[in-house]
């Protein structure tokens, strides 16, 4: 199970920083990332972290802006947020799975999801 917080509503320009915890252990075969779905959107990639080596990846707009750390002793992930704009007003979710590393930033490629925290950015 994977539980997803930090949401909340910021001002253009502010930051947010996100957590997910899984209630089991993560084993080193999984990649924890992080998706988010504006209104009326669809569900796109943001970032994924391969739970072994640690290796991140980005979606390109946010790269510099978005940053994916983990705390393996605490199974958790994060993701900090910084200089929000109102098109990063969305709901955050956390998933695992075990993508292969061309469908990292692929939905289908991830089996568990957290319910996700709501971010609004507001101008």
């Known amino acids: 199970q994977l539980q997803a917080s930090g949401g909340g509503l910021v001002q253009v320009g502010g930051s947010l920083r996100l957590s997910c915890t899984a209630s089991d252990y993560i084993s080193s075969s999984y990649t924890m990332a992080w998706f988010r779905q504006a209104p009326g959107e669809e569900r796109e990639f943001v970032s994924a972290i391969r739970w072994s080596g640690g290796n991140i990846y980005y979606a390109d707009p946010l790269k510099g802006r978005f940053t994916a750390s983990r705390d393996k002793a605490k199974n958790t992930v994060f993701l900090q947020m910084n200089s929000l704009k109102p098109e990063d007003t969305a709901v955050y979710y956390c998933?695992?799975?075990?993508?292969?590393?061309?469908?990292?930033?692929?939905?289908?490629?991830?089996?568990?999801w957290g319910k996700g925290t709501l971010v609004t950015v507001s101008s």
């Open positions: 998933a695992s799975g075990r993508p292969i590393l061309s469908s990292t930033r692929n939905v289908e490629a991830y089996t568990y």
